[in-house]
């Protein structure tokens, strides 16, 4: 069990608390280690099969664009929709219309967009801790330092987990609920879009509020926002305030500025835009907030599958790496008690993952592309062979 010890800190809304245990014994260690292989051997299978999809992901997407580059026509008049091209990847630009405002009554705020969002915040206390961990007289403890500090939150701080409650206690629910509104019907020109592409209409900006009024007597506007509460300047903790965000901008001009200009690629039905299959089998429904060209649309699209191409290759070589580490953690423990052979035996397996997450994640990225791509397989697989290589080379006996 651990004991803890408590030490205030004058003048400031922190204290340290202190908790010791038992050294854990040369079996307790090992039990843990043997627990870290079997979470270690899953993560290194998994990395298998990130690695290999996400080449198959990759070339599919490749060959999904370079289709639709190639068969995307542009369409000049988005307000008579031609029977001619129903089935055919189009590209179109225009500004967004919706039919109806969204509007929350609770506020007065009624607004031509494709989604209004309510965001509310509490004034509450927040906790943090900073830890250490020592050995003391033959015991492991860990010392915590727990500050407290009142900020404006978006999501319910739960007090009761605060080391220290008493004198940081919050509500334990908002008086106003944040939502998002999106509207049921949003055209391009006289094409509906699909909820796929209204989906990725994201970019929210936060709405003015020094035309409005407040809507009750016990709400004050300041700084763009809707305070419940006495002293917007000094709050209390419990206090609410709401601001309004929104994204995509249509219909006619208003206090906001124009409607906003949108890029559409996506299969024309009737007068309807929706997803696109390919050959490849992925679907292209595309949509960016500004005017762009056919050609660089998927310029972009190509640069977006790239990066991601790259971060998951990156995540599962590390995934890989950490996953050895922990299969092989247990020779550290067999040699802990000696210090000088313990850390190098931490450094032999930690370049000793190194360099078999390296082999290993090149030798998966190659069999995912001999399918698609042998002569490209071939290189990596050289590479991957590269380090086994110098190694044999480095171990061949001299001859005098």
């Not at 305030?241 to 124009?258: E, I, K, N």
């Not at 990596?380 to 062979?385: D, E, I, P, S």
Request: charged fraction near 20%; proline fraction near 5%.
């Amino acid at each position: 069990m651990a004991r803890p010890q408590l030490a205030e800190d004058m003048g400031t809304d922190e204290h340290v608390r202190v908790t010791s245990q038992k050294k854990p014994g040369f079996l307790d260690r090992l039990g843990a280690t043997t627990a870290g292989m079997l979470v270690g051997l899953a993560a290194f299978l998994l990395s298998f099969y990130l690695l290999f999809t996400n080449e198959g992901r990759y070339v599919r997407t490749q060959k999904s664009l370079d289709e639709g580059l190639s068969l995307v026509v542009h369409l000049n008049d988005i307000y008579s929709p031609t029977p001619l091209n129903d089935g055919k990847l189009v590209h179109l630009i225009g500004p967004l219309m919706t039919t109806q405002p969204l509007y929350d009554p609770n506020y007065g705020i009624s607004l031509h967009v494709v989604k209004l969002q309510r965001r509310a915040e509490m004034y509450q206390w927040v906790e943090y801790g900073d830890s250490r961990d020592y050995e003391e007289n033959g015991e492991k403890k860990t010392e915590t330092r727990y500050s407290y500090n009142t900020e404006w939150k978006s999501e319910v701080v739960n007090s009761r987990s605060f080391d220290r409650e008493i004198g940081h206690k919050n509500p334990s629910s908002m008086a106003v609920e944040s939502f998002t509104v999106v509207a049921p019907v949003v055209n391009l020109g006289n094409f509906y879009l699909s909820k796929g592409l209204i989906e990725k209409i994201q970019s929210f900006k936060k709405m003015p509020l020094s035309k409005f009024e407040a809507p009750h007597a016990d709400i004050t506007v300041l700084d763009d926002y809707f305070y419940h509460s006495r002293n917007p300047r000094s709050p209390e903790v419990g206090d609410v305030r709401v601001s309004f965000h929104y994204a995509g901008l249509s219909g006619q001009w208003s206090f906001l500025g124009p409607p906003y200009t949108v890029t559409v690629v996506a299969r024309q039905q009737a007068n309807a835009l929706a997803a696109y299959p390919t050959r490849a089998g992925n679907h292209l429904e595309i949509l960016y907030e500004e005017q762009l060209s056919a050609t660089e649309v998927f310029e972009r699209e190509h640069a977006a599958n790239s990066t991601l191409t790259w971060a998951l290759r990156i995540a599962g070589w590390l995934l890989m790496f950490v996953g050895l580490k922990l299969m092989v953690r247990i020779l550290h423990t067999l040699v802990d008690w000696l210090p000088i052979v313990r850390d190098l035996v931490s450094l032999g397996l930690t370049v000793f993952a190194l360099c078999v997450a390296t082999s290993l994640s090149l030798l998966t990225v190659a069999v995912g592309w001999v399918f698609y791509r042998p002569l490209l397989a071939l290189l990596l697989t050289l590479l991957a062979l590269l380090p086994m290589l110098m190694a044999k080379v480095r171990d061949r006996p001299k001859t005098l």
